[in-house]
């Protein structure tokens, strides 16, 4: 699909993380309505400090979100971008060790 293309060319081209972090949360706001109901997150909200922790608590609920919401359109690119953000993440704790 394009979006598939466009996310394998923004991969490719190596797109500054800043400026994936910026269309997400651009995309975040402007699909709120699915990330909330009444107002309220839909996600588990952590209740601990341990930061890594909350890392893997909220990419675990976007991921059951993900699963209740239709794919394809903006949402599906905000789901990729989300995911390339973790990974991004995931390589930056890889380093630090």
């Keep these: 699909s394009v979006l ?6 923004a991969i490719a081209m190596e797109i500054p993380m ?3 972090v910026k269309e997400t ?4 706001s402007t699909h709120r309505a699915l990330l909330t109901s009444n107002e309220t997150v839909r996600l588990p909200v952590p209740t601990h ?3 890594q922790l909350c890392i893997g608590e909220i990419f ?3 991921d059951i979100l993900k699963n209740q ?14 995911s390339l953000i973790k990974k991004y993440i995931d390589r930056q704790k890889e380093q630090c060790g």
Excluded: M, P
Aim: hydrophobic share 40%; glycine share 10%; charged share 10%.
């Design 25 to 28: 949360l651009i995309q975040l």
């Design 49 to 51: 400090k341990n930061h």
């Design 60 to 62: 675990q609920g976007l």
């Design 18 to 20: 800043s400026t994936v």
């Design 69 to 82: 919401t239709v794919r394809g359109g903006t949402v599906e690119t905000l789901f990729q971008n989300l």
């Design 4 to 9: 598939t293309l466009a996310c394998v060319w």
